[in-house]
T-cell receptor
Framework: NAGVTQTPKFQVLKTGQSMTLQCAQDMNHNSMYWYRQDPGMGLRLIYYSASEGTTDKGEVPNGYNVSRLNKREFSLRLESAAPSQTSVYFC?????????????FGPGTRLLVL | QKEVEQNSGPLSVPEGAIASLNCTYSDRGSQSFFWYRQYSGKSPELIMSIYSNGDKEDGRFTAQLNKASQYVSLLIRDSQPSDSATYLC?????????????FGTGTKLQVIP
């Protein structure tokens, strides 16, 4: 039982390049999330998927797109990377989006955009 | 005013002492409260959750919630060097449908041997 996995762990991009961050969970959770974490800013929600087949914007969605490929997988795409997207990206999942659900986090992807 | 506020620290306590971490929130409709621990370079992991006023104890950890004053705290008894980490407070408006979870920026705790 791996929990939440993310690939890649590290990535360096040049401005304008695109890439997709992959996330998968094996806990049979319905809901999945993408956050970014920046110094002094805390965790900020980019997009979430309450259930398979649905996605919605979070607090900072500009410059990102997501795909809920199936119940297990939720990917985050940067179409044209910018230096402002340098950050640590965390994927998380929870059984549902109801208020008391614990979120379980993946190990993170460290992205540097030059 | 930030939705969830924490003192960034660092909070330094000697080994064996009680560490007290505080968090205030602005939305009076908030009903679910979480404390996550994050070691440097690692991902957040849940320590405690609390939903009603009062204290909730789990081993060396006690979460305290006061909705009237809009604060939630985490007490760590008999602090150990392994408790040195950043502690994130998270707040959720309630149950039913998607309820946004807002994270504080975290308090860095240093336990001095």
């Amino acid at each position: 039982n791996a929990g939440v996995t993310q690939t890649p762990k590290f990535q360096v991009l040049k401005t304008g390049q695109s890439m997709t961050l992959q996330c998968a969970q094996d806990m049979n959770h319905n809901s999945m999330y993408w956050y970014r974490q920046d110094p002094g800013m805390g965790l900020r929600l980019i997009y979430y998927s309450a259930s398979e087949g649905t996605t919605d914007k979070g607090e900072v969605p500009n410059g990102y797109n997501v795909s809920r490929l199936n119940k297990r997988e939720f990917s985050l795409r940067l179409e044209s990377a910018a230096p402002s997207q340098t950050s640590v990206y965390f994927c998380a999942s929870s059984l549902d989006t109801w208020g008391q659900e614990t979120q379980y986090f993946g190990p993170g992807t460290r992205l540097l955009v030059l | 005013q930030k939705e969830v506020e924490q003192n960034s620290g660092p909070l330094s306590v000697p080994e064996g002492a009680i560490a007290s971490l505080n968090c205030t929130y602005s939305d009076r409709g908030s009903q679910s409260f979480f404390w996550y621990r994050q070691y440097s370079g690692k991902s957040p992991e849940l320590i405690m959750s609390i939903y009603s006023n009062g204290d909730k104890e789990d081993g060396r950890f006690t979460a305290q919630l006061n909705k009237a004053s809009q604060y939630v705290s985490l007490l760590i008894r008999d602090s150990q060097p392994s408790d040195s980490a950043t502690y994130l407070c998270a707040v959720n408006r309630g149950s039913g449908g998607y309820q946004k979870v807002t994270f504080g920026t975290g308090t860095k705790l240093q336990v001095i041997p």
